[in-house]
């Protein structure tokens, strides 16, 4: 069995590194007392950290009016410079927020500098403090190509415990490319790390829930709230829950701020596999045909 | 084959053929009357789900006839573009003599079909003698009754066999004037049908003057493989079909065709067949679904059934020019390195790893 939790977190700049700890370390102890080994949070986690290097009157995350208010011409140089600095206060926080709760740690994501590019990435600490890895974001949204984020190019996943998982950062949820080669590398456990505009009933048809299904894994959502919506959720494929829903726990609201929990129970998924697969059915002569000439003429 | 099996065989054939044959068929529906159907525009199209209660009948005029009323309800009701269930063929079993006294007798297709083809009596080499009637069966039916309302048909699907006697789970899209447009053979077979049925080997794309169109059957909406195929190369709706026991449960129900056109930016058309015999327990509901932000409201149905056991045509006006607006609004940040990188090697890796283990393993 394995527990694991997901905060659904109102996003606001933070005036120090101080103020950012006092914020995001309450929510994470109290998911680890009660007994997550896993504790994931939002997508855009580390832009909080924008207000340390950008001294700024507004609490929104509203990176135009924050460019200007320092300076910058555009937000992509204002992330360039301050990208370097949140980093830094970002790893150095959750490293220890993780060893502090004693819990594997998904602490949503950073932007960060890579070889003169600008990536938004998610971090995974283990319960020692130290990073498992790290997951680029690998499509964007046009906001954030305007931001100039760039595409990471590759998808890893990793073993803790008996999960073995992997990111779907953000809005590559929006593309089944993503977790469907993150099932096929083995991942048990998807995390998605989002921060979505909007929200309304049949959202799920939108989010983790559809890779969670065509991919018979668990998946972990954790939504971004203030201005951002949504609902944070934990999945498993519809035969594996209760009232046959494909949902093993949710928020309650889409804006507020909650803890959800469940337990994860691989042995369960994996006899769920044994008795139906979706994969046994994959067409690969058709992929392999259709896809590389396809991506290339169309894309 | 002994000589016992051939004359049943032979006998079973001319009648088959005889039940089959074109000319019965256009002379039942020559004494309908027909409504034309509004005409599509690159605008707009008025588009329909049939869902139809499959009964065992005797004969291709009967079959065709059923097909008549529920396209006429569609056309009425605004639909240029119509779309039969998965398995539209069930009925069909009607022609085999004796069918109706062994399903009386308990007799259940999925059983049947698990049986080895050794002998002439066996369940797939009896669809294998029954497949030319149905193809015939539902091509003349989907020629006359297109051309006659001036509607674009999607009948069914038929079992369709090729020259090495395989059998395929196809669709036929019929245009307004009754030409054959094309076929999709189903790319995803069930459990139940692997062993009898040969998956097709591509998606085709179908441009129509109004739009571009995809048919993948059933299951082929579980995998966003098809799907994503299609979108990329330019399909606007995607018609779907399926005959399932589970289709009823909203979230098993959602992994489909709802889940696949918000990834798509497409509309789709899902029609169920209801069937409650030979051990089959089909049922809907249907539904016409659209990408969710596509509309002011915030549902991806535009169009549903209200029930799930009840054979109904819904229809709906499909806005193709919104669409275009949409998709021009969604501007896709596609990541061709990560996919020339992992596709279509990570099947490849994951089929060799599944080879060695005997399965798919999670833990």
Redesign the interface.
């Known amino acids: 069995m394995f527990h694991i939790s997901t905060l659904q977190l109102a996003l606001t700049l933070v005036a120090s590194p101080q103020e950012f700890y006092e914020r995001m370390s309450p929510p994470i102890e109290r998911a680890a007392t009660n007994g997550a080994q896993l504790v994931v949070l939002p997508n855009y986690t580390g832009l909080m950290l924008l207000g340390v290097v950008v001294r700024a009157e507004q609490k929104s995350l509203a990176l135009g009016e924050l460019a200007r208010a320092g300076n910058f011409a555009t937000v992509s140089e204002l992330l360039c410079t301050a990208a370097p600095g949140m980093r830094d206060f970002y790893l150095q926080i959750f490293s220890t927020l993780a060893k502090r709760a004693r819990v594997f740690l998904a602490p949503g994501t950073v932007v960060e500098m890579h070889a003169g590019r600008l990536y938004n990435t998610a971090y995974l600490f283990t319960p020692e403090g130290s990073v498992v890895g790290s997951q680029k974001q690998t499509h964007r949204t046009s906001r954030e190509i305007a931001w100039g984020f760039s595409q990471g190019e590759e998808l890893s996943v990793w073993d803790i415990g008996d999960a073995r998982v992997g990111f779907v950062v953000g809005t590559d949820v929006a593309h089944p490319e993503v977790a469907r080669i993150l099932a096929l590398q083995n991942a048990n456990l998807l995390i998605h790390p989002a921060a979505y505009p909007t929200y309304h009933d049949e959202y799920f048809l939108l989010d983790l829930w559809r890779d969670v299904q065509g991919n018979q894994v668990f998946g972990v959502q954790s939504c971004a709230g203030g201005e951002f919506r949504g609902k944070s959720a934990i999945y498993a494929p519809v035969e594996m829950t209760r009232a046959r829903t494909g949902i093993l726990a949710q928020a309650t609201s889409a804006d507020g701020e909650e803890i959800i929990r469940a337990t994860l129970d691989f042995d369960a998924l994996q006899k769920n596999l044994d008795a139906y697969s979706v994969f046994d059915f994959f067409n690969y002569g058709f992929y392999a045909r259709a896809f590389p000439s396809t991506y290339r003429g169309r894309v | 084959m002994s000589l016992k099996e051939f004359v049943l065989t032979t006998t079973v054939q001319a009648s088959l053929a005889y039940k089959a044959r074109g000319s019965a068929i256009r002379g039942a529906l020559a004494q309908r009357a027909y409504p034309r159907a509004s005409q599509p525009t690159r605008d707009r199209v008025g588009a329909a789900a049939v869902q139809m209660q499959s009964e065992l009948v005797d004969d291709g005029a009967q079959f065709a006839l059923k097909c008549y009323a529920l396209a006429r309800q569609a056309v009425e009701g605004g639909a240029a573009l119509i779309v039969f269930p998965e398995y539209a063929w069930l009925p069909l079993l009607g022609l085999l003599p004796s069918a109706r006294a062994l399903i009386e007798e308990g007799f259940t297709l999925e059983r049947a079909l698990q049986e080895p083809a050794t002998s002439e009596s066996s369940a797939p080499r009896i669809l294998q003698t029954l497949a030319p009637a149905i193809k015939s069966i539902l091509e003349t039916t989907g020629r006359e009754l297109a051309s006659r309302f001036g509607a674009y048909i999607m009948i069914g699907t038929g079992i369709a066999l090729n020259s090495a006697g395989q059998m395929f789970n196809t669709a036929y899209l019929f245009g307004a004037d009754g030409a054959l447009i094309g076929t999709q053979p189903k ?5 139940r049908e ?1 062993s009898w049925m040969t ?5 085709n794309i179908f441009t129509l003057p109004f739009a571009k169109l995809a048919m993948p059957v059933c ?1 082929d909406y ?4 098809t799907t ?2 299609a979108a ?3 399909v606007d709706i995607l018609l779907g079909f399926s005959a399932e026991e589970n289709a009823n ?1 909203f ?2 129900a ?2 489909g065709i ?2 696949r056109v ?2 798509s930016y497409a509309y789709g058309i899902q029609a169920c067949g209801i069937a409650n015999f030979a051990g089959l327990n089909f049922c809907g509901p249907s539904y016409i679904v659209a990408s ?1 932000g596509m509309r002011r409201d ?3 149905f535009l169009a549903r059934t209200r029930t799930h056991n009840v054979e109904e045509v819904i229809t709906a006006e499909l806005d193709l020019a919104r669409l275009r607006d949409f998709r021009a609004s969604q ?14 090697q ?6 060799a ?2 080879t060695q283990d005997g ?5």
């Not at chain 2, 790319?187 to 459990?191: D, F, I, R, S, Y």
């Not at chain 2, 579980?222 to 493989?225: C, D, G, I, L, R």
């Not at chain 2, 990570?346 to 089929?351: F, I």
């Open positions: 790319l995803h077979p069930t459990a692997i998956p097709g080997e591509d998606l299951m579980s995998f966003w493989e994503r195929i990329l190369r330019g449960e979230h098993l959602m992994r709802a889940s918000q990834e969710i915030t549902t991806t501007a896709r940040d596609a990541n061709l390195e990560l996919y020339r990188k992992y596709l279509p990570a099947y490849e890796s994951y089929r790893r599944v399965k798919r393993r999670v833990v």
